[in-house]
């Protein structure tokens, strides 16, 4: 399932949570490596836009928790559907 998830970190002077912000590097280094993150950017600014692929709530959920416990945020959260998947259900519509 893919979700897109963007980060709204707690408000802090940015100098002061630099070491939290490069754990955060090296915490989804490994899982675009394992392709469960598809994309990320950073925002300008603070915070970060995330495309995660996983296989359900509940791994959204555990990611979203490790991330929090580097970098307290809130979290928008939109589901999204594979491009092909959204031409495949808009073929089998009536105009």
Do not use: C
Not at 11 to 19: G, K
Not at 23 to 45: C, K, M, N, T, Y
Not at 66 to 94: C, H, M, N, R, S
Request: glycine share 6%.
């Amino acid at each position: 399932m893919l979700f897109m998830v963007i980060s709204e970190p707690k408000p802090e002077p940015p100098s002061s949570v630099v070491h939290h912000r490069q754990d955060f590097w090296r915490w989804i280094q490994p899982l675009i490596d394992s392709s469960e993150v598809r994309s990320v950017h950073a925002r300008v600014g603070r915070g970060a836009v995330v495309l995660f692929d996983v296989p359900g709530n509940e791994g959204l959920h555990r990611r979203l928790n490790e991330w929090a416990d580097i970098i307290p945020a809130t979290f928008a959260v939109y589901p999204l559907v594979d491009p092909k998947a959204a031409q495949g259900f808009l073929a089998t519509q009536k105009a």
